[in-house]
């Protein structure tokens, strides 16, 4: 298959900075990693070592992807703990038209990161594009909770509201079958999307 064919989890990747190699990283693979200046698909399972920090010791993430990431979705990879350094890096190899096919099914929410990180890291909205981010997911995963907060913190226009697919009327419905949550919450929820013009 494709996707396989560029697996090689036996070749090890250069670490350019060792001096960012994790503490809890010991014994031989410390040696290996510190003094050899390679990390390996092993020593970055059995220690779960993340993309941040492979990124933070500057092993190409690109070469982890295409070497070390199971498509289509790289489920094999820790995305958790992933700061702005890293997404950016992480973006770039995602763009490669390679990469990109090889990972159809790699996305913000399937990589573990959810709405917490969203805010935290505020991606531009190409970025989001290009970890497929919709308007549906970030339904799902509560965004609406924040209600036009989330417009006064990312400022999104018209065509890129509509780009991820929202849709008012599918968000006033969402609300609206939602039994549990409070007449506020239901009236922050529907505050989300695109500024809505009020007229006099």
């Known amino acids: 298959m494709a996707g396989s064919m560029y697996i090689n989890r036996a070749i090890p990747l250069r670490?350019?900075?060792?001096?960012?190699?994790p503490d809890r990283i010991e014994g031989e693979d410390r040696r290996l990693t510190r003094a050899g200046n390679v990390m390996t698909y092993n020593i970055m399972t059995e220690n779960s070592v993340s993309?941040?920090?492979?990124s933070?010791?500057?092993v190409c993430i690109m070469q982890v992807l295409m070497l070390w990431g199971e498509?289509?979705?790289?489920?094999?990879?820790?995305f958790h703990g992933l700061q702005?350094?890293?997404?950016v890096i992480l973006t770039k190899a995602i763009r490669n038209e390679v990469i990109g096919a090889r990972f159809p099914?790699?996305?913000?929410?399937?990589m573990g990161l959810g709405v917490k990180e969203l805010l935290h890291l505020k991606p531009k909205f190409d970025v989001l594009k290009t970890f497929r981010v919709t308007a549906e997911q970030l339904i799902a995963n509560n965004a609406h909770d924040q209600g036009s907060n989330w417009q006064l913190i990312f400022g999104w226009n018209e065509q890129q509201w509509s780009e991820l697919g929202f849709d008012r009327e599918s968000l006033a419905r969402h609300v609206a079958a939602d039994k549990t949550a409070s007449k506020d919450m239901k009236k922050r929820r529907?505050?989300?999307g695109p500024p809505?013009?009020?007229y006099f």
């Open 15 to 21: 670490i350019a900075n060792t001096k960012m190699v």
């Open 51 to 54: 993309i941040q920090e492979l």
């Open 56 to 58: 933070d010791m500057g």
């Open 71 to 78: 498509a289509p979705g790289a489920q094999n990879l820790n």
């Open 84 to 87: 702005l350094s890293g997404l």
């Open 105 to 110: 099914q790699l996305s913000w929410f399937s």
């Open 190 to 192: 529907l505050q989300w």
């Open 196 to 198: 809505q013009l009020a």
